[in-house]
């Protein structure tokens, strides 16, 4: 099965998946990255372990529709079955969640619902919450919504600061993600119950 990442920044969680997919076993391939910034340092990260990289900016297109479409081609071009979105900066269309209903998921800094939004970590340590955590979920049409995979705990300590938070939040991130994925492509996880509820096989 073909893997798409999507990303924007960093590409911590690129390198995550990465690295993980070359020493386990499994029947997906990552070989495509969607990248809508051409400055982030995802790009060099792609070029080095030889994965093929979109750079596929917003601005280059007058609309949303059209630069979806621009995505659809790439991923139709590399026969992409699923896509792994990892700090893309950009609500996808209803209609392209439609497109891979059930075949995009998400990775999100905090507990959803809870501390929503581009700042999850921050909203959650300027909040005082003691505990927050990480969450991988199939994305749905909605921001940060959609049934939850796996989800992990954090705690937040007297002594913790920002940077002592996002430090474990992307430690665990980096081994959650990679899990929820192998359960994916091992056709482990079900919708059970009510239709919002994933179960693990
Ligand atoms: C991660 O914290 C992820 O949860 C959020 O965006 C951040 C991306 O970080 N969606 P990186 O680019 O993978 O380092």
Redesign the pocket.
């Known amino acids: 099965m073909n893997i798409a990442i999507f990303?924007s920044?960093?590409?911590?969680?690129?390198s995550a998946i990465v690295k993980t997919f070359e020493k386990t076993k499994t029947n997906g391939k990552i070989v495509l990255l969607v990248c809508d910034n051409p400055q982030a340092r995802?790009i060099r990260k792609a070029e080095r372990s030889g994965i093929k990289t979109a750079v596929i900016p917003r601005n280059d297109f007058s609309s949303k529709r059209d630069f979806e479409k621009k995505i659809t081609q790439n991923l139709n071009n590399s026969k992409i079955s699923l896509i792994i979105l990892?700090?893309f900066m950009r609500l996808l269309s209803p209609e392209f969640v439609k497109l891979y209903a059930g075949r995009i998921i998400?990775?999100?800094?905090s507990l959803l619902p809870a501390f929503k939004g581009e700042h999850g970590i921050q909203d959650a340590f300027d909040y005082g919450a003691k505990v927050t955590g990480?969450t991988v979920h199939f994305v749905d049409e909605k921001m940060d919504h959609g049934p939850i995979i796996l989800q992990g705990i954090v705690e937040i300590k007297e002594n913790d600061t920002l940077e002592s938070l996002e430090a474990k939040?992307?430690k665990l991130?980096h081994k959650l993600y990679p899990r929820a994925i192998k359960l994916f492509l091992e056709g482990k996880l079900k919708i059970s119950g009510r239709k919002t509820r994933i179960a693990i096989q």
């Not at 998400?106 to 800094?109: D, F, Q, V």
């Open positions: 990303a920044g960093q590409g911590s969680n690129f995802v990892a700090g998400n990775i999100h800094p990480v939040i992307h991130e």
